[in-house]
């Protein structure tokens, strides 16, 4: 069966990253480092904290990231990858929504509020990442 997972490229900064998502969503997240690889040898040491795979699992959440180490194309953070979270209600997303946003840039957040369609909210996370989320028909 074919999927779908979404790939977030960091800087360095990948488990950190990523424990700190699943503080958000909970869940069971992986981390494979670098110098626990046969791929360390192509590295210098300084690299080898690196996570080279984390996949955090949550239920219906799923999505994978590494930090980036490729030795020639540099990686560029840009505004042409998003997270979307959908939900049936606000009490469902309200909770993820909040604990996301910390240290999330403020000039682009829209609080999540309930609109003609239903709710939504957005922002750009403290790494970078940016979050969209959508939930639950107005009646």
Not at 63 to 81: K, Y
Not at 132 to 137: A, E, I, L, W
């Amino acid at each position: 069966m074919l999927s779908l997972t979404p790939f977030l490229l960091f800087d360095g900064i990948c488990e950190e990253a990523m424990q700190f998502y699943q503080f958000c969503f909970g869940g069971d997240l992986t981390l494979t480092r670098l110098g626990n690889t046969p791929m360390k040898a192509q590295f210098s040491p300084e690299q080898h904290h690196k996570i080279t795979y984390a996949h955090l699992q949550s239920g219906n959440v799923e999505f994978s990231a590494t930090d980036w180490l490729h030795p020639i194309h540099q990686r560029q953070l840009g505004n042409t990858t998003a997270m979307y979270v959908t939900g049936d209600s606000l009490d469902e997303l309200s909770p993820i929504f909040e604990k996301l946003r910390e240290g999330a840039d403020q000039e682009f957040l829209v609080e999540l509020r309930e609109m003609t369609f239903g709710f939504y909210g957005r922002f750009t996370d403290r790494y970078g990442v940016e979050w969209y989320f959508r939930g639950g028909r107005k009646s």
